[in-house]
């Protein structure tokens, strides 16, 4: 046999013995039998996700039960907030029950804007709940929102406008600023898309008290009382302690002093003050009702 040859046939074997080591190259092949390989269309499959639910996890469960509650309590509270009538409300006037004229207690119907004694089920605004179907009351002294007769508090961001016209407060950065010329050029808007500028609205006449409204506007507009003013906080009555440089004779205990708060003519004032210069007011004039109520009794 020539050299030549028989190199040739070596190097054949070789590159034989080199193919049966290589794995074969298999291309997948679908079949439509659902033996051994993919299942039919007929047969349902069970490689897909599984119709069974998983045992419910302890934890998601009560995610579950809280997320729940959660949406109750927010439709709970949302509950007649529709009924709000804020053109129907007036916070001037003395906060007195329509029926018992009494000042302890009182509620306003945010719905027609009487006021009512107390929220328990033998109160005045609980009977008048049931009676002319009015279900959203507001705490004339705490500004807490309540649904009666079911009795529950309302915490919603929607009513707190309402609060600003109750009871309006600043802050000494806004009082501040009352001073700045470019104030004066800023004007607000009442629920009637009426323009009007804080600190110059109109003050009602009441059985011809017109002179009376020029005094107060007059010092309203004077700076230090106007910044006391609308940084004023009423003080309730709290009984103080005299405290004497040296202590009492034979150990006898100091005596109580009277009660120390501020005068109720100056906390209407202060009321009064803060409404005029308001920003959020629901119309463009205060009544001085409750002022002049005030200074009646303090004159007699």
């Known amino acids: ?24 190259t298999k291309k997948a092949r679908l079949s439509a ?15 897909g996700p599984s119709n069974e639910e998983p045992p419910p ?52 119907c945010l719905v027609c804007g009487k006021y009512f004694q107390g929220r328990g089920k033998s109160s005045y605004a ?14 004339l002294e ?31 950065s806004q009082v501040d600023a009352l001073s700045l010329p470019s104030y004066v050029h800023r004007h607000s808007y ?6 009007y500028y804080p600190g110059f609205v109109g003050l009602n006449n009441i059985k011809r008290n017109d002179y009376l409204n020029v005094i107060i506007h007059a010092l309203v507009h004077v700076p230090p009382l106007r910044d006391y003013l609308l940084l004023f906080k009423p003080s309730k009555p709290t009984a103080t302690v005299a405290t004497p440089s040296e202590p009492p004779a034979g150990g006898k205990k100091a005596k109580r002093g009277p009660p120390v708060t501020s005068s109720e003519l100056l906390n209407r ?13 629901f119309k463009s004039q205060v009544s001085p009702h409750e002022f002049l109520q005030e200074v009646t009794r303090s004159s007699a």
């Not at 609980?126 to 705490?139: G, M, Q, T």
Request: proline letters at 7%; glycine letters at 4%.
């Open 126 to 139: 609980y009977a008048h709940s049931i009676h002319e179907d009015h279900h959203v009351f507001i705490n």
């Open 269 to 281: 004032f202060a009321a009064l003050a803060k409404k005029l210069w308001n920003p959020r007011l």
């Open 33 to 47: 039998e659902p033996a051994g390989g993919l299942p039919s269309a007929d047969q349902p499959s069970n490689l």
């Open 1 to 24: 046999m020539p050299p030549t040859r028989a190199i040739s046939e070596d190097a054949q074997s070789r590159e034989d013995a080199t193919r049966t080591l290589e794995p074969p």
């Open 190 to 195: 009442d629920l009637s898309s009426k323009a």
């Open 57 to 108: 996890d302890e934890d998601e469960w009560k995610d579950e039960v809280l997320a729940e509650l959660e949406d109750d309590g927010n439709r709970r509270s949302d509950l007649y907030l529709d009924t709000v009538n804020r053109m129907t409300l007036d916070f001037d006037f003395e906060k007195l029950c329509s029926v018992s004229l009494s000042n302890i207690n009182v509620y306003g």
């Open 142 to 172: 705490t500004q807490k929102v309540y649904v009666l007769p079911d009795g529950y508090e309302v915490h919603d961001p929607s009513l707190d406008d309402i609060s600003a016209v109750l009871s309006p407060m600043f802050t000494k």
